[in-house]
């Protein structure tokens, strides 16, 4: 039902604008097969309107967001801990690499300096023997000795090639195989910042939301009343849609989905009466029994009813709500116990005196 053109009071607050720092996720999916409501468009004229929908909606978004988000954090933490262990695992490997790596080069350095001393001997070998065969009188002994001297000096040196060769070949697989380490940690490095990058933000993020969302709830509520005047004064038709088959402002349609759907994942099955003509009041105030149809006050008729043109219904904001086919009547209600307890979350108040009347400002 309806009030009189009256304001809650105590109510508003000047609110900071809550920073958008993530984009909006998708609403739950609705619990009756209905096509979503469209987003503000250009047909809200009034930018307090745009405002209040606007807002409720990143509000609303957020909500899902964050929530989803704290349900993911303990996984969240436990693949950063995995990373963890797997950065720990490529740092140890690549420390070991660059070991294998220094000791290949050291072995490098001497089979080298060896195989060049053998290199050495092999000329000074040569050089003795063609000495002894010069040496006068000639002595086949000392030329004997020094070919074999020679020839011990050539395998030698031979020897040493080898295992030059051999250190050479397993330095540059050593260096391939640090190559390799450090690859691997560079993407180890890269998917633990990731993760931990995650778990930074998501903590953040669900901290900061308490302040953030009360933020938002603020802002909306200090509007309340300005879309109700800004509405009134050039309110059309064009500005109402359905939202399973309740007819209301395209402000607050997104919101009243949202409080719809997520009242039947409760186990609360909502609905009601929302937009009406002028007419319709003006009918709805006779039945009602109002002494007078346009100056007698609301609390006069045997049913409250706003006097025309001071009715929330009339511009779409307020909704009579209902539960399993009847008004919610009673406080003691499952369906008002619920409202009491989430309708604040999108955006509607109850008026104190009339248990099934939610409207964008308590009025």
């Given amino acids: 039902m309806v009030k009189g053109f009256s304001r809650t009071a105590a109510r508003r607050a000047t609110a900071v604008v809550a920073p958008a720092l993530m984009l ?192 938002l709830a603020a802002k909306a509520s200090a509007l309340s009343d300005q879309v109700v005047v800004q509405q009134r004064a050039n309110f059309t038709t064009d500005r109402t849609t359905q939202v399973y088959g309740v007819t209301v402002n395209k402000v607050v349609a997104y919101s009243f989905q949202r409080m719809i759907d997520d009242a039947a994942k409760a186990g609360i099955k909502l609905s009601g009466g929302g937009f009406r003509t002028k007419e319709q009041q003006i009918r709805l105030r006779t039945v009602n029994g109002c002494p007078d149809v346009w100056t007698a006050p609301s609390s006069s008729c045997r049913v409250p009813t706003a006097i025309p043109g001071r009715s929330l219904h009339e511009l779409g904001l307020a909704v009579d709500v209902s539960s399993g086919g009847s008004t919610i009547n009673t406080r003691k209600s499952a369906a008002f116990k619920w409202m009491a307890a989430n309708a604040g979350k999108y955006g509607f108040v109850n008026l104190p005196s009339e248990p099934w009347h939610w409207s964008i400002n308590g009025s």
């Fill in 24 to 215: 909006v996720l998708a609403g739950a999916v609705p619990a009756q097969a209905a096509p979503a409501p469209a987003a503000p468009d250009a047909s809200i004229a009034a930018s307090a309107g745009t405002t209040w929908a606007e807002t409720m909606r990143l509000k609303l978004g957020r909500d899902i967001h964050l929530t989803r988000l704290g349900t993911q954090l303990p996984a969240l933490r436990v693949t950063a801990k995995t990373h963890a262990s797997t950065l720990a695992a490529a740092r140890t490997a690549e420390t070991a690499a660059v070991a294998v790596v220094n000791r290949e080069t050291a072995t490098v350095r001497t089979t080298h300096a060896k195989h060049a001393a053998a290199a050495t001997a092999v000329t000074a070998a040569k050089m003795a023997l063609t000495a002894a065969k010069k040496h006068r009188p000639y002595s086949k002994s000392r030329v004997a000795k020094a070919t074999k001297a020679l020839t011990s000096a050539q395998a030698t040196l031979k020897a040493r090639a080898t295992t030059a060769q051999r250190a050479t070949t397993a330095l540059k697989a050593a260096r391939a195989a640090h190559t390799a380490t450090v690859k691997q940690l560079t993407s180890a490095t890269a998917t633990y910042q990731t993760a931990a990058k995650a778990v930074r933000n998501a903590e953040i993020a669900i901290k900061a939301w308490p302040a953030d969302r009360a933020a």
